[in-house]
């Protein structure tokens, strides 16, 4: 299985901050960190990242490190960037470009805490919860 993985839930797995989201986004990178799901993180989600943490720079290096150790680090062609710049179908650009990234690496899903806001992806969008539970069910 082949995921793009939402900076909000690398978010909840780093700073363990409340969120409903915040345990299956902790399974969900376990599940990564174990080589269960091919895990991609977008590229624009490591500044993302970097200016939501607040901690010294050096934790800050830490983080980003131990993550690209768990998800490997994708971008987008500059086709998709300019095709993500009109789409308008999309109310966040961020959210858009979270898509192309998913697309580049021929993703099976992307996972995100905010789901709402990919109604319009061209990848399979599942939360935390839906895709801990739907990788438990392929076990049986």
Avoid at 21 to 34: A, G, T
């Amino acid at each position: 299985m082949v995921a793009l993985i939402d900076t909000n839930v690398i978010l909840n797995y780093i700073t363990d901050r409340e969120d409903r989201f915040r345990d299956s986004s902790k399974i969900v990178m376990d599940l990564c960190s174990q080589g269960r799901v091919d895990g991609y993180i977008a590229f624009h989600s490591l500044s993302i990242i970097w200016y939501s943490l607040r901690i010294p720079d050096e934790g800050k290096r830490m983080w980003l490190r131990d993550i690209c150790k768990i998800l490997t680090v994708t971008g987008a062609s500059h086709e998709q960037i300019l095709e993500a710049i009109d789409n308008i179908q999309f109310k966040d650009f961020e959210d858009c470009l979270q898509d192309e990234c998913a697309r580049m690496v021929n993703a099976d899903c992307l996972v995100t805490c905010n789901l709402k806001d990919f109604k319009v992806a061209k990848t399979k969008v599942y939360s935390p919860d839906e895709f801990v539970k739907l990788l438990s069910l392929g076990d049986q």
